[in-house]
């Protein structure tokens, strides 16, 4: 079963956007989780994680505006984004962490920022 990540779409820079991303509960329960991202022409990079019982960390380029959580209960994981820049224009996924799961990378939701 793939992950449903839903919340993207178009908003210009210095928006907001919440991303939230549903798995089966197999998936989910007792796992790190993150957020990842893809932009145009560039490698997948991880944006932000979290552990099972809610330590969390950041890329360097997203800390301080992005904030990531999760409900175990709903087996979901979120991205609140803030003060939302250009470069953060790309294809938002999530998966386990620190190991993704190959085939679990699902479609993603497409986040667009324009300047």
């Known amino acids: 079963v793939q992950p449903q990540a839903s919340g993207g779409g178009l908003v210009r820079a210095g928006g907001s956007l919440r991303l939230s991303c549903a798995a089966s509960?197999?998936?989910?329960?007792?796992?790190?989780l993150g957020w990842y991202r893809q932009a145009p022409g560039k490698q997948r990079e991880l944006v932000a994680t979290?552990?099972?019982?809610?330590?969390?960390n950041y890329a360097d380029s997203v800390k301080g505006r992005f904030t990531i959580s999760r409900d175990n209960a709903k087996n979901t994981v979120y991205l609140q984004m803030d003060s939302l820049r250009p470069e953060d224009t790309a294809v938002y996924y999530c998966?386990?962490?620190?190991?993704?799961?190959?085939?679990?990378w699902g479609q993603g939701t497409l986040v667009t920022v324009s300047s």
């Open positions: 979290i552990a099972w019982r809610g330590s969390t």
């Open positions: 998966n386990t962490y620190p190991s993704p799961l190959t085939n679990f």
């Open positions: 509960g197999t998936i989910f329960s007792g796992s790190g």
